[in-house]
């Protein structure tokens, strides 16, 4: 039933990005161990596009090696989870510029949730799969 293995990806992992949410950080620009505090907005934006470019490369490094170790079918549910994974972070941090919408914070904090939902969604993956990498 292959309709219903893609339901229950879905289901799994919009469980797993509900429970694992920002509890209390939606400015995680401003959090405390922020890693672009200093500077004016510009220099931030770039500070924030390269962890979200460094953080998109140590995920797809995590996915990768994941992969290596799964099974075909296994490797196909790993593949609709973070193609939809990518569709939430997506929209997620789209929701959150917007909300800065015509200011200069915008690209700023929306390469800031870049960084954050990929760096986390790294770590998920590390925690979901980690006892198959141990194996």
Request: aromatic share 8%.
């Amino acid at each position: 039933m292959p309709g219903y293995e893609i339901k229950r990806v879905a289901f799994v992992v919009l469980t797993i990005l509900l429970t694992s949410a920002r509890h209390g950080e939606a400015q995680h620009v401003n959090a405390k161990d922020a890693p672009c505090k200093t500077g004016p907005n510009s220099e931030k934006t770039q500070c924030f596009v390269a962890e979200a470019q460094v953080a998109d490369r140590d995920l797809n490094l995590a996915y990768d090696k994941i992969r290596k170790i799964l099974s075909p079918m296994d490797q196909n549910k790993l593949q609709i989870a973070q193609r939809l994974w990518v569709q939430f972070r997506d929209a997620n941090c789209a929701a959150e510029r917007d909300l800065y919408d015509g200011g200069s914070a915008a690209p700023m904090v929306y390469a800031a949730c870049l960084a954050w939902d990929t760096r986390q969604r790294a770590r998920e993956l590390t925690v979901m799969y980690g006892w198959r990498l141990r194996k």
